[in-house]
T-cell receptor
Framework: RKEVEQDPGPFNVPEGATVAFNCTYS??????FFWYRQDCRKEPKLLMS???SGNEDGRFTAQLNRASQYISLLIRDSKLSDSATYLC?????????????FGTGTQLKVEL | DVKVTQSSRYLVKRTGEKVFLECVQD?????MFWYRQDPGLGLRLIYF???????EKGDIPEGYSVSREKKERFSLILESASTNQTSMYLC?????????????FGEGSWLTVV
C-alpha cells in the first residue's frame, strides 16, 4: 500500500461547481498535512495546511480525519484558474528531521 | 525572499555519465529533500537530509546518492546515469520548527539521459 494515495482524476467540472478531493495516508504517526497546488511544468506551491479542527481559506476548506487517516480539500465556486494538480503532502518526524511524502496528485480541470 | 536554487535547469547526459545536481537554500533550513517527478507517478522521494552529513533514503534511492557537507547545500549524484533516470528533479527545503509549515521548492532540473 502506498504511504499517501490520491485519486489521479482528472476531475472535469463546470465553472462555479463545488469539488472535493480526498487523500489517504497509511502511517498513523504522521504529524502534519498539507495541500499543494502544482501548475504544469512548475514547482508545487503551498495551498494550505490541514488541521484537525478543519480550516478554511476563502473558497477552500481542508479537513483532517485522524481516525480514518484521510485528509480532504473542498473547493467551492470553482474558477477556471483553479485548474491545476492538487498534491496531498504528509509529514512524518524521523530521526530528528522531517520526511515529506507526496501523493501522486489529483488533476482538476474547470471548464466554461 | 526564501530561495531554493537548483543550479542546472536543463541537462542532457549520456548513459553511464556521472551527474551532479546541486541545490542551495538560503534560509538555514535543517531539512532538505530530493524528489523526482514523472507523469502519473507524482513526486517520489529519493533522499532527504535533516542535518549536515546526515542522510536518509527515501522511497526510490536506487541508482542515486547524496551529499550534504554544508547546511545550505544538498547534492544529488547519479553515479552512472541510465535512460530510466530521465525525469524532472525537484529539490526542497523546510525548517524543523513546527511553526514553519511551508516547503520551499527549487524550480526543477530537467534531466534527459540519452
Amino acid at each position: 500500500r502506498k504511504e499517501v494515495e490520491q485519486d489521479p482524476g482528472p476531475f472535469n467540472v463546470p465553472e462555479g461547481a463545488t469539488v472535493a478531493f480526498n487523500c489517504t495516508y497509511s502511517n498513523s504517526a504522521s504529524q502534519s498535512f498539507f495541500w499543494y497546488r502544482q501548475d504544469c511544468r512548475k514547482e508545487p506551491k503551498l495551498l494550505m495546511s490541514v488541521y484537525s479542527s478543519g480550516n478554511e481559506d476563502g473558497r477552500f476548506t481542508a479537513q483532517l480525519n485522524r481516525a480514518s487517516q484521510y485528509i480532504s480539500l473542498l473547493i467551492r465556486d470553482s474558477k477556471l484558474s483553479d485548474s491545476a494538480t492538487y498534491l496531498c503532502v504528509v509529514n512524518q518526524l524521523t530521526g530528528g528531521g522531517n520526511k515529506l511524502t507526496f501523493g501522486t496528485g489529483t488533476q482538476l480541470k474547470v471548464e466554461l | 525572499d526564501v530561495k531554493v536554487t537548483q543550479s542546472s535547469r536543463y541537462l542532457v547526459k549520456r548513459t553511464g555519465e556521472k551527474v551532479f545536481l546541486e541545490c542551495v537554500q538560503d534560509m538555514d533550513h535543517e531539512n532538505m529533500f530530493w524528489y523526482r517527478q514523472d507523469p502519473g507517478l507524482g513526486l517520489r522521494l529519493i533522499y532527504f537530509s535533516y542535518d549536515v552529513k546526515m542522510k536518509e533514503k527515501g522511497d526510490i534511492p536506487e541508482g542515486y546518492s547524496v551529499s550534504r557537507e554544508k547546511k545550505e547545500r544538498f547534492s544529488l549524484i547519479l553515479e552512472s546515469a541510465s535512460t530510466n533516470q530521465t525525469s524532472m528533479y525537484l529539490c526542497a527545503s523546510k525548517t524543523t520548527d513546527l511553526s514553519g509549515n511551508t516547503i520551499y521548492f527549487g524550480e526543477g532540473s530537467w534531466l534527459t539521459v540519452v
